[in-house]
C-alpha cells in the first residue's frame, strides 16, 4: 500500500468535490434538514388529542377535574364514557389517544386522606404523542393539584403543608417504557448520519464509471485499498462536520442535555462515520450507476437504522428472531452509545461492548467494500 | 509463455466473446520494442476490446498476451507498471486543470517529483500545451484533450503504449503534431499499438494488421499489404465525384470504387487494358473528370479491396 497514491486520490477527490458547489452544499445542508424534518417529526407539539373520560365518581370534585382537561388546548373531549369497557373500546379504535378515569370515592379520599389517584390511560402506539399528552395530562392534574392544596391551606388558616393530594398514575398501554424525546433525539442523529454518510460515498465510484474515467484509473497499478482509502478521506472530513452539525442541533435546538466528553463522542463518531462511509463505498462498487446507488445507498441504511436500532421501536419488545437481526444494524450500536454519552455521560470504558462491536463493524466492512472493487471492466 | 527476446508485445490467439458475439477471435500478433503498430479496422471490428484486453483492463477467454515480457493474465499489476493506456473515451478529470491530472498519473505511478515535472513540461511545450497548464481539461478542444491524454500517459515513461483511436476529432495541425510526438517516443524504444478507423493515418505505422469483425485479416507493413493487393487502383479526379460512381460501376474488370476527396479510386484487375476504356466510359457519359491516372493503392483501397474479395469468397 502506498501513501502517495492513496494521498494522490484524496486529493483528486477533495478537489473534485469543491468545485462541485450543488453536491457540496447538498452534502452540508441535507443533514440540517433532515435532522429537523426527522426531529421534529418525531417531536411534534401535539395539540387537540382526542380524549375520553370515565367520571366514576360523578360529583362536583370530579367533573371539575375533568372540566379542567375538556377546556385545555391539549385536549379534546371526544367521549363521555360510561364503563371501563367502552374507554377500552375508544383507545383501542383508536377514536381516542388518552382516556382519564375518575375513581368512585374520590372526593372522599381527597378531603379524608388528603390525596386521591385518577387513571390515565394513555395509547403508546405513537410513542411520541403517548410522551406528550401523558406529559400534558400530569400538567393539568398538577394545576389541579396544586388549588386543591391552596384550597387546604386556606381552611387551615394559612399553614403552608406540602401536599400532593391528586397524584397521576400514568399507565401507558402498548409501549411500557415509553420513551422521551431526550431519548429519540441521539436516535434521529443516527439516522441523519447513517443516510448522509452512505449518500456521500455512494456516488463517488459510480460517478467515475459513468464518467468513463475509470477505465484509465484501473489501467495504473492503484489497488483497490488505496483507491478505496483516498476516495473516503474527503468524505471523512465532510461527514465529520455533517456530524458537528448533527450533534450542535441535538444539543442547541433540540436541548438534549449532553452529559458526555467530546472526545468519547468524537472517536465513536468517528467509528459509525466509518462504517456508514464504508457502506455507501460498497454499494457504489456494486452498482455502476449514481441514480442506482444513490437509491440503494438510501434504503439500505434508512430502513435497517428506522425499524431496527432501536430508535424508534424498543428492541426489547421485538421477537426474538429481529432480535438477533438487530446485531446486523451498525445504528443499532451507535444509538445505544449516543444515548449513553448523551444522557449517563457514559466513558468509552464503560461503552466497550458496543465500540468493540462497532470497530469489528468497520473493519470487516473496510475489508469487504475494498475487495469488492475489481480491477477490470467485464 | 516464452516471448521471442525482441518483441514488445505478444497476443497469442486472443479470443474475447460478448454473449454470442465473438468481438476478438483468435488475434495473434507481436510488436516489436520501438516499433509502431497499427490496428486498423471499421466500427465494431473489435479495436478497444483488444487495446482493453493488452492493458489488462478486460480478461481474455482464451489466448495469452505478454507485454515487455510480463504474462498479463499471471501478473496484471506487473505489467501495468510498463503500460500506459489512452483509452477511446476522455478518461480524464474534466474538473481538474491540466496540471492537477498530470501530477495525478505521476503520483499514481510514483514518479519522482523532479523527474515528472521536468517530463511534463518538456511534453506540454512539445504539443503546444504549455500555456493552458492552469485551464480545466473539460474546458479543452478535443485535440488538446488528447494530447493532454498523451501526456499523462507518458508521464511515467512507460515502455508500451497504447492508443485507442487517439487522433478521432482531432483537426489535422495538431493530428501531426501528435504523430511527432510519438515518433520521438519511437526513436526513444517506446513500442506502440495505436488503433485506428483512419486508414491514411494507418500508413504512418510500421506495422498494421487488419481487424474486421473480431479477426486479423492481414498483418504487414503498409508497403507490403500494398504489394500484395492484387489489381491495380486507377483515380479519376473531380469537383463532383459523386455522379461518377454510376459510370464506372458495372463495367468489366471494376472490382470496386470508393469516394475520396478529390475524387473516386477504381480498384481493377488490370489497369493497362481498362484504363482507357475506363477514360471513354467516363467521356461518354458527359460527366467533368480531370484527369484519370493509375496511382499506388493507399491502406483504404487495400482494406476495401479485402473485404470485396471476402464477400465474394465467403
Ligand atoms: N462490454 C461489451 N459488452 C457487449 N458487447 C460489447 C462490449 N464491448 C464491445 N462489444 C461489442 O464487441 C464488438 C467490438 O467492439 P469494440 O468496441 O472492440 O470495437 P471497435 O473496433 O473499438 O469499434 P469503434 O470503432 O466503434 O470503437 C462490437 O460489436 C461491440 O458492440
Ligand atoms: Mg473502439
Sequence with gaps: MKIRRIVAIGRKETLQVLRDPRSLTIALLLPLMQMFMLGYGVNLDVKHIPLCVLDQEGNQRSQDLLKRFAASRYFDLYKVAASIAEVRHEIDGGACRIAIVVPAGFSRKLVDQGAATVQLLVDGTDSNTATIAAAYAGSVVAAYSGEVQLQAIQRRGGQIQTLTPVAVQARVWFNEDLESSYFIIPGV???????????LTSLTIAREWERGTMELMVSTPVTPMELMLGKLSPYFVLGLVDAGICLALAVGWFEVPFHGTLPTLFFTTSLFLSVVLCIGYYVSVSIRSQVGASQVALILTMLPTTLLSGFSFPIDQMPALVQDITYLVSARYYVTILKAIFLKGATVSELAVPIFSLTAYAIVLVVLAARAFRKTLD | MNAAPDSAVDVRAVSKRFGALAAVDQMSFSVRQGEIFGLVGPDGA????????????????????????????ADPELAKQHVSYMPQRFGLYEDLTVDENIRFYADLFEVPDKVWRERALRLLAASGMTPFGKRLAGQLSGGMKQKLGLTCALVHAPRVLLLDEPTTGVDPVSRREFWQILYALRAEGVSMVISTAYLDEAERCDRLALLHQGRIMYCDTPRKLKQGMPGAIILVTSAQPRPLLEVVQGIDGVEGVLLVGDGIHIHVDDAECRLPQLAQAIAASGQTAGGIRQIEPTVEDLFVALLERRQQTP
Design chain 1, 189 to 199: 442523529v443516527a439516522l441523519v448520519m447513517a443516510i448522509v454518510g452512505a449518500q
Design chain 2, 46 to 73: 473489435g479495436k478497444t476490446t483488444s487495446m482493453r484486453m493488452l492493458a489488462s483492463v478486460m480478461r481474455p477467454d482464451t489466448g495469452g498476451i505478454l507485454i515487455d515480457g510480463v504474462d498479463v493474465l
